[in-house]
């Protein structure tokens, strides 16, 4: 399997906290919705865009009504961040929680992304 996540340190994302485990359990079992004003929230709060600066708000209302637009117009962001420590906890945890037999056979940094190919072990 050939996974490219992001890294939070070299994105646009790099001031917002990494994404715990146990949210990202939460969201599997629950579905994204519960937590998809959150992590709009996180986005205005802590991301700085090269092509705009700051997201623009002064007063709680006019945050509040950034977000509001944000999910409104379905605007793309990362919902979920991570480190390069983060990720490997994920994916050892999804092999030990979801009794996967994979191995991670690579890994590397490539400019903001971190790739790993796992590879199956044993079994089908």
């Known amino acids: 399997m050939y996974l490219a996540i992001p890294d939070k340190e070299e994105t646009f994302d790099h001031e917002r906290p ?11 079992a629950e579905g994204p919705e519960w937590s998809k004003r959150q992590h709009f929230e996180e986005f ?6 090269e092509d705009i600066g700051r997201l623009s708000w002064k007063t ?13 117009d379905d605007y793309s962001i990362h919902f979920h961040v ?8 994920m994916i050892t945890n999804l ?8 191995r991670i056979q690579h890994m590397m940094s490539s400019g903001d992304e971190v790739i790993f190919i796992l ?6």
């Open 18 to 28: 990494v994404t715990e485990l146990a949210h990202l359990e939460r969201d599997f």
């Open 119 to 124: 590879e199956k072990l044993g079994g089908k």
């Open 82 to 89: 991570w480190d390069i420590f983060a990720m490997i906890e």
């Open 95 to 102: 092999s030990k929680k979801r009794n996967l037999d994979f």
């Open 60 to 72: 709680e209302d006019e945050r509040v009504a950034l977000v509001d637009k944000l999910i409104h």
């Open 44 to 49: 205005v709060t802590h991301v700085y865009l």
